[in-house]
């Protein structure tokens, strides 16, 4: 990696000489720069080195290096080799230690750390060499490196990468030596340190790496036993997800259109997908290692040692270590096992504490749920989909849910940092998020979802059906009975469980409440609903809402979500409702949560807004009559001066620049507001409120400009070809036909129309921007 400029004349007199020496740092950093000079320090004279070595405290590297150089040539037997690596690691060692403390004082707060000399003398190029050296070599009998020196080597350059991330950096940029890795990867007794390497340079590389790329990748994973495969679910995090460049949400959708449509063709995180899932039986391993059991821990002070644990393995690399310990052991006691158990049989691992095996296989379960979720969200969802309803992954996590995923001794104070899946948190909590974000993905607008219940819950839904003599949901008849949950109670009903439990700020909440309505999102089904209802769901949602102090916004809107899907269309909700919020306070209370963030709750105000129009139009039914002059949210919501209310409030928040994913709903709960009143020929009269409102204000103009603005991009946004608009179409039970023609409408240039925003613009006021959306 450094080189020295120049080769200074050895006629030089001992003063010269001496000012060379001084200069050596010098000219090695310039070198960085120029690419000129001698291949690598070690090249220097011996002499030069130790003169200066005390002075400059380079603590003999330098000098090493050179030996570790001449004594790994090719055809040598690499022992001496080996014990100048090992003289060096134990220096580098106390550098990464340092790192790995709280106690750590950083590189730079020496003027030349071990580590830097290390590389500033060529170190890190000549490990490299070193270990890629039988690749490069033409003769027909390769070099055989001893495994222990390799491990070194990779332990060597790891500890550099934590020290300094230039040397991490300048490893991934070096494509060669990423690929050949990976081949590494098939030595088991390298492949922890192999691994570990590789997540750390994967982890700051520039381009996404080509898992198509890595030779004989497919026989390479097969060869993983189920430990390893665990691990390198670690590093396939990283290639299969899309770059991290801050949260998804808050990114502008002008921006995000744009980006797409520069990149139409497969992303790179993409194409790894579909690479993995061409691996035979990858997924059907991957959920026998998230379905796994183990042993359910016991004792009185097992809560206070599972934290003890925690806070020792504060970076996983102290656990690995010990497993490798562990696995060693097995292999030198020769008790070969199956995959799955190999672990388990190891002398050291009973040695470890309970705690420490279940930590463990959490951690395991992190990486490899994280794995299947993302694979569940791509572009291959349906394919994933029918592998994970075939190896059976909802019912095995059912059946680990009450002694591993939310077992009784589970604290629920931690703070979760919101909705960030990478949070850093134990690996109990990251273990419930992603595991709430999987059934979330899985049940999502998915026949599937009827798997997270069992045989004797899907004949509950079976007959809410024939009581209310409606016929079964197709997906429901479908579902094949021997792939549902066991047991007495289904995944859904077991987090409706444990989500009563929780405390009100619980960041929990938001998870569980994300998962169970990703089960009643799509098609509203009356079943899915009051199968919910008559476990007391809506009653628990209201308290949270209005008795139980929630001060967390990202709670307050998955259950304003959540509600919203559960009381949608659904009449008996609505009298559950109005039996809940028994008094003007309570109610008053409901509404100043409601209005406190239109964005948080505006899927809610649409769910009202729709239920109310059809419940209108149901007045021959006793019952729905009844609820309507009873209900106060009904009766709310059906005084217009409230709803042109919420229509104002919405258009008025957003803007195109400003529009994300998080807060394009309020566009659309616009919509439905305005084409709810265009059935009953009502348009003109709710644009003519918004203008006599401008007015009012004293803005003319500006609320019509920026909704007709909404509009258009309204329409570049979801008349794009690869836009799926079946969701608007499903929530609301509004055609899309009827979507399209009513922007089309309101944005019509004919003055003359009633029900053109145009028409209620005065002409000085007029500021409809043609250029907003251009490219």
Not at 235 to 246: A, H, K, M, R, W
């Amino acid at each position: 990696m450094a080189t020295l400029l120049g080769s200074e004349s050895q006629q030089h007199t001992g003063r010269k000489r001496r000012n060379s020496s001084g200069n050596i740092v010098a000219k090695f950093t310039a070198v960085r720069i120029t690419g000129k000079g001698f291949s690598r320090g070690t090249q220097l004279p011996g002499g030069l080195l130790q003169e200066r070595d005390k002075r400059a405290k380079w603590h003999g590297i330098p000098v090493l290096l050179q030996k570790l150089y001449e004594s790994s040539h090719p055809n040598s037997d690499f022992s001496h080799a080996h014990n100048f690596l090992k003289v060096l690691s134990s220096q580098l060692s106390m550098d990464a230690m340092s790192f790995v403390t709280e106690d750590r004082k950083t590189a730079q707060e020496s003027t030349f750390p071990n580590t830097h000399t290390f590389d500033l003398f060529g170190g890190v190029d000549l490990l490299v060499e070193i270990l890629m050296r039988p690749t490069l070599t033409m003769q027909k009998k390769k070099t055989q490196m001893n495994d222990d020196l390799v491990k070194d080597c990779l332990s060597v350059l790891y500890n550099c990468c934590i020290c300094m991330e230039v040397v991490t950096k300048s490893l991934a940029a070096r494509d060669d030596f990423v690929l050949f890795l990976f081949t590494l990867m098939t030595n088991k007794k390298t492949f922890l340190q192999t691994a570990t390497l590789i997540e750390d340079i994967l982890g700051v590389k520039k381009e996404m790496i080509q898992l198509e790329g890595i030779p004989n990748l497919s026989g390479m994973v097969q060869s993983f036993d189920q430990q390893r495969l665990a691990n390198f679910c670690r590093i396939l995090s990283v290639t299969i997800s899309e770059p991290d460049v801050g949260n998804d949400d808050k990114h502008t959708l002008l921006a995000k259109n744009a980006q797409q449509k520069r990149n139409a063709s497969p992303s790179r995180a993409e194409v790894n997908q579909v690479t993995l899932l061409n691996i035979p039986g990858f997924i059907e391993r991957l959920c026998k290692l998230a379905t796994r059991k183990v042993s359910e821990a016991t004792g009185a002070n097992f809560q206070q040692e599972l934290e003890d644990w925690y806070t020792w393995l504060d970076n996983a690399l102290v656990l690995d270590a010990l497993m490798q310990m562990a696995t060693e052991e097995t292999e030198q006691s020769s008790t070969e096992s199956s995959d799955e158990s190999s672990l388990a049989s190891s002398p050291l691992r009973h040695r470890l504490p309970q705690s420490m095996k279940i930590v463990h296989e959490i951690m395991y379960k992190v990486e490899v749920l994280y794995v299947l979720c993302v694979l569940l969200m791509g572009r291959q969802r349906n394919q994933v989909h029918k592998m994970l309803a075939e190896f059976r992954l909802i019912p095995g996590l059912n059946n680990l849910f009450d002694k591993l995923i939310w077992r009784k001794y589970t604290t629920s104070n931690h703070v979760v940092h919101g909705q960030n899946e990478n949070c850093d948190c134990s690996p109990e909590i990251s273990f419930k998020i992603q595991f709430l974000r999987l059934l979330q993905s899985f049940s999502d607008h998915h026949e599937n979802k009827y798997l997270l219940l069992n045989s004797q819950e899907l004949n509950e839904l079976s007959a809410i059906s024939m009581k209310a003599n409606i016929p079964e949901v197709e997906a429901l008849v479908n579902t094949d009975r021997s792939l549902v949950c066991d047991g007495k109670k289904g995944l859904l009903t077991r987090i409706l469980t444990v989500m009563k439990r929780e405390p009100p700020d619980s960041s929990f909440r938001f998870w569980q409440a994300r998962a169970v309505e990703s089960f009643l999102r799509g098609a509203t089904s009356y079943a899915d609903q009051m199968f919910l209802l008559k476990r007391g769901l809506l009653e628990h949602i209201l308290f949270c809402i209005i008795d139980s102090g929630c001060t967390s916004r990202d709670v307050l809107q998955s259950y304003f979500d959540l509600l919203g899907e559960l009381m949608k269309f659904n009449i008996d909700a609505f009298k559950r409702f109005n039996k809940y919020v028994n008094t003007p306070e309570k109610f008053q209370t409901f509404l100043t949560q409601i209005n406190s963030s239109l964005v948080d709750s505006n899927m809610l105000v649409r769910c009202i807004v729709l239920s109310l129009d059809r419940f209108e139009s149901q007045t021959e039914d006793v019952k729905v009559v009844e609820v309507l002059s009873e209900c106060c949210l009904l009766s709310y919501m059906a005084r217009v001066e409230n709803r042109l209310s919420f229509l104002f409030r919405l258009i008025n928040i957003i803007n195109v620049q400003t529009l994300t994913q998080e807060n394009v709903s309020c566009l659309n709960t616009s919509l439905v507001i305005l084409m709810l009143a265009r059935r009953k020929a009502k348009l003109p009269f709710y644009l003519n409120a918004l203008r006599e409102k401008e007015y009012a204000e004293k803005y003319p103009g500006c609320l019509l400009n920026n909704f007709h603005n909404l509009l258009r991009f309204w329409q570049r946004h979801y008349l794009n070809k690869d836009k799926d608009s079946t969701c608007l179409e499903n929530s609301s039970c509004i055609p899309f036909s009827y979507w399209k023609e009513t922007v089309s409408v309101l944005l019509g240039s004919d003055r003359t129309s009633l029900c053109a925003i145009a028409s209620y613009i005065d002409e000085p006021f007029m500021d409809l921007d043609r250029d907003l959306l251009e490219d």
